[in-house]
């Protein structure tokens, strides 16, 4: 189906815009925040003035230092050889102050957590050294993470051992911060092949720049993102364009038949362009902005069904399973006006041994609330409707316990409803509480407790949860129990065993034990669940030693009158570790059904 002219011609004056910009603005995204601001240097400086930066940027092992073991030397170098150093220029982009600019702690504590935000980079240190003169020498110190990564997923199906996915990843393309990606993953109705390039500073800017494109079962996939995110927590403006054309089906596990599936085509074109501007100081901001969306979601093609162990062998749909799963194939036709605003009340500081082995992770404490609202723009849109999204998200923290909590719910008013439905449709709610406690140590012992609700009402489009999976319980399948609530709690010990090898690597373990609920709503084929339940066991890896980058095997196994040991589970994971706290603490869930999401006012970088 070809896309309507507003379809076409919005994203092309969003590229436009995004990529011309005033002159004004294009010049300040060449420089580092401090450049594009005043001349500092022509103020007196009552902490006097910075005469000189050094970036030492070392590569993964430092094989001067004396504490590291000659007899595993060999390995130190051969990391390094195989691994590009990151250039100097592409930390220095990242600083926020410049020679010549007066002396400020604040600025070098947010620049070294903005380079820590790069997931190429495993430890930042940014310090003063105080002259003779008055003035400072600043040393940016970094340390590279290992960038190249290979997975493979593997699963079960009789008995047997199928590959159902691998990637390749450069996060870090010859010391440029760039980032190169091949991938191919097939499970179930999931078929997926394709290419993506990202890089945090395009052409030397402060631009983030996605371009992804793959072959999915049903046709192709392409996405397509510009960005000036806010620099940090002193950014006064980000603009995002974003653009979306995707070809896929949307499945439908059916639970009468666990191995039967309905599959739903479905062909989507979304985009935005946004733009923000912030006021207030670093910690205590307003934000306000707004700008322009588009969707457009079709279904040409029929369902169809297929089972699970041959998604080859398609079949015409029966005419009952037709019936359950049409009151969520309801076209969407938009073009929207939004406006947003947000009100930011944080403070950083630095933790280890939450969501990584040993690394440090930056945490904001604080509070958050945003608002998007959006209306139809009449002559551009086929849907005549209001939109409202709103995201509330909070961390404290009482001694070594750490709280973090994040609220987010959307929901879209029919403006033409007949009286006698509701107006209001595709609801959708997620709500995440963690607490973290420490003990024994900074990252010897943690006790982490997560509970997890995602829910939708009055669905018109594409929506169905599981209980089981990656955003589930460990111990149950994908496919296991589907419906339209859910709640999953989790209780996790994770313990820091040490370095190992003489510094190369980390070593961790947990236990952990699952808890959750699904019940019906109102999508097809739900299920009440009944609480159910599931244990298991864990190695967490890291590195280097210190990485922030953590790995995990799981092991993992249903509570059903007793352990199931046949629905055994083994799971390899990672986390970056980059962030937590307000804002950073969302559900992977929120991607259940076939949708198009604003993006969060704070415009974080882009995804690993």
Known sequence: MTPKP???????????????????????????????????????CATGPISFIFVDNRSIFDTTDPELDDRFRPLYQLANTLHVTTDASVIRRELLFREGDCYDEARLAESERLLRGLDFLAQVDIYGIPQEDGSYHVVVDTQDEWSTRARVKVGVRDRRPELRGARLRESNLVGTGQAAELF?????????????????????????????????????????????????????????????SRTDVYNYVVGSEPDLRLLVPVRQYAGELIALRRFGEPGR????????TFQELHYSDPPREVFASDYSAAAASDAA??????????????????????VRRVGWVQRRGLDTVRGLQDVALGRQIQLTLGRTIPGLSRDEDVFAALSLAGATEVRSLLLTGQLWADARRDLRAPAQITAWEDLTADAELRAYLRLGGPSTNTLVFSAEGTGAWHTRTPFQLTLGGRDGIHGYAQDRFPGGRRVVVTLEDRV????????????????????????????????DS????????????????????????????PIERGPQWDGLRVTLSMNDGRGLGVGSVSSASRLAGARYEVQSLEFLRLPD
């Not at 720049?209 to 950014?235: C, H, K, N, W």
């Not at 901001?285 to 322009?292: A, D, E, F, N, R």
């Not at 399973?321 to 947000?342: C, E, F, K, S, Y």
């Open 6 to 44: 507003a379809s076409v011609l919005i994203p092309v004056l969003c590229l436009g815009f995004a990529l011309a910009g005033s002159p004004r603005d294009l010049a300040a995204r060449t420089q580092s925040p401090a450049a594009a601001s005043p001349d500092s240097s022509m103020a007196p």
């Open 184 to 244: 191919y993953l097939e499970e179930e109705e999931v078929r997926e092949y394709g290419l993506q390039f990202m890089s945090p500073q395009l052409l030397g800017t402060r631009l983030d720049f996605l371009a992804r494109i793959a072959r999915t079962r049903d046709g192709t996939s392409m996405d397509q993102v510009l960005a000036y995110p806010f620099v940090g927590e002193y950014g006064r403006w980000a603009f995002r364009q974003a653009l979306r």
């Open 285 to 292: 901001l307003l934000t306000l902005g707004g700008g322009i």
């Open 321 to 342: 399973r037709l019936d359950l799963v049409t009151g969520q194939r309801h076209p969407v036709d938009n073009v929207r006006a939004v406006v947003m605003i947000g």
């Open 496 to 527: 820091y065993f040490g370095s190992i090898l003489a510094g190369l690597a980390d070593l961790g373990a947990s236990v952990f034990a699952d808890a959750g609920r699904v019940w019906a709503g109102d999508v097809p084929f739900g299920q």
């Open 530 to 557: 009944g609480w159910r339940a599931s244990i298991g066991v864990g190695l967490r890896g890291a590195f280097p030693s210190g990485s922030r980058k953590t790995y995990r095997l799981d092991l993992a196994i």
